[in-house]
């Protein structure tokens, strides 16, 4: 089987007018990047007819270090729904540069389940990122100029502001600096550091905003910090909003691209789903229902990070509803929740796949907490056993829930062409919208508690000193009524990265909260979560080269 760049490299693309023609979008109103890549213009979206079309939420269990391949059976799942007739755009995020040099080398599916140009995409693509790191260090420049000047000064307390940096790259060492050396000229120092551009809120406000108007209103809603005579500072005190928001002028408008098979594919922003809500954003996935029938889009990680935060926060956000959720589960992340070792996840054992089922019916119970139907897809490898799939289809059957197995990544639509058909049955007649985890007027503890124990499954939450103080905080600037976006863990259903399986008996620990403003929720940092992520031992950078034709190898 060749590899995933060299099957991309060998496909034939077609020219974006031609995808864009199919959506019934004249080649007028591209804005084009090349040949193979575009950006869509606003005015292309229909509310109204967006509010009748079917939007497919795909999940999966819990990650492990073997890959689940959610944004594989996304990509193979749209190929397979437009197969069999139903008309379907899948909806995705955009790589950031962090993982593809450090751990995944790729994010654009894989197999015959791609989304291309894979390079551009990994890479640069279309300036989106490089955009979101601008605005938001010009308002990090803004707040250190204003502390400096003596005069049109807002007397900002700069040990109160709350405004990192952001580079799209892992880098732990810029996790804490001291900034503002130098003797006078050199600004004021102060203890500050870097996110990586997929923790900015910059790149939240791009994927919750419905417009370039609504955008600037939440740039100017961005909370700095506190003035020396206790008063909160806000972007729009500063002025900044309006040139932040010309930045992002044609960062604001979604991507259109195309899978491997020419289903057209929207790519737009990259939050994660540990430190972010972890989902595209409202104007692609607005767009894609304007323009197609079915809509086939994936939140980050498992359904506890991604999926979650899709519906309590997006979907309330944007007044969407999804319509059918799949739940990808693999046989050998399975074996890994149940204590299977990572160099063993190839050889068969039954016994093991058995004791990591708590993790998928966890999930499972999730899902039927927003009374949404739920279909589980078996992402297959060839290495799994008749046995072991059986068992996790006779499991699913116990609970009532639907279960198909895929084969995007050998065969493309070709392989998921029963879970289309189920997964487009449920769509088709689900009427009612899903029903919300938490309410938003509730207490910011409340909601924290609500997700940590009927979700996580936590028997409580502890709230340390520096959460304690940012709870205090938050009820004075009156932003209690937002949702919460919890930064915690992929690795776990708790807060704890070595809890594996549906782990019990444990407490939630919440170490400090930051504040959205703009975006629109609040931020509980759980555990030992950093927004800025740090490169593995050997990163997936030392795989990837360049030859003198151009050639890229080692993205996977």
Known sequence: MPTDIEIARAASLKDIGQIAQMLGIDDAQLERYGRYKAKLPLHL??????????????????????GEGKTTMSIGLAQALNRIGKQTIV???????????????????GGYAQVLPMED????FTGDFAAIEKAHNLLAAVIDNNIQNKTNNLGIDPRTVAWKRVMDMNDRALRKIIIGLGGTTGGIPRETGFDITAASEIMAI??????????????????VGFTYDKKPVFARDLKVQGAMAALMKD????????????????LHGGPFANIAQGTNSIIATRMGLSLSDYV???????????????????????????????????????????GASLKNLAMPDPEAVQRGLPNLEKHLENARLFNLPVVVGINRFTSDSNEEVAIVQAHCQRMGIPVHTAEVWAKGGAGALELASAVACLADAQQTPFTPLYDWNWSVEEK????????????????????????????????????????????????????IGKPTGFTLTVREIEIAAGAGFLVPITGDMMRMPGLPEVPAAEAIDIDNEGHITGLF
Do not use: W
Not at 93 to 108: D, H, Q
Not at 121 to 124: D, G, V, Y
Not at 251 to 266: C, D, F, R, S, Y
């Open 45 to 66: 979206i229909d509310k109204a007819k967006a509010a009748q079309r079917k939007l497919i939420l795909v999940s999966a269990i819990s990650p492990t270090p073997a």
């Open 91 to 109: 909806v995705l995020r955009e790589p950031s540069l962090g993982p593809v040099f450090g751990i995944k080398g790729g994010a654009t599916g």
């Open 121 to 124: 995409i990994n890479l640069h």
């Open 206 to 223: 791009l994927c919750l905003s419905d417009d370039l108007s609504d955008l600037k209103r939440r740039f100017g809603n961005i909370f």
């Open 251 to 266: 960062a604001i408008k979604p991507n259109l691209v195309q899978t491997l098979e020419g289903t057209p594919a929207i």
């Open 296 to 338: 086939v889009t994936e939140a980050g990680f498992g359904f506890d990070l991604g999926a979650e935060k899709f519906l309590n926060i997006k979907c309330r956000t944007a007044g969407l509803s999804p319509h059918a959720v799949v739940i990808v589960a693999t046989i050998r992340a399975l074996k890994y929740h149940g």
């Open 448 to 499: 924290i508690r609500t997700i940590a124990t009927r979700y996580y499954g936590a028997d409580g939450v502890e709230f340390q000193s520096k959460a304690k103080a940012d709870l205090k905080r938050i009820q004075s600037l009156e932003l209690d009524k937002l949702p919460v976006c919890m930064a915690k863990t992929q690795k776990s259903l708790s807060d704890n990265p070595d809890l």
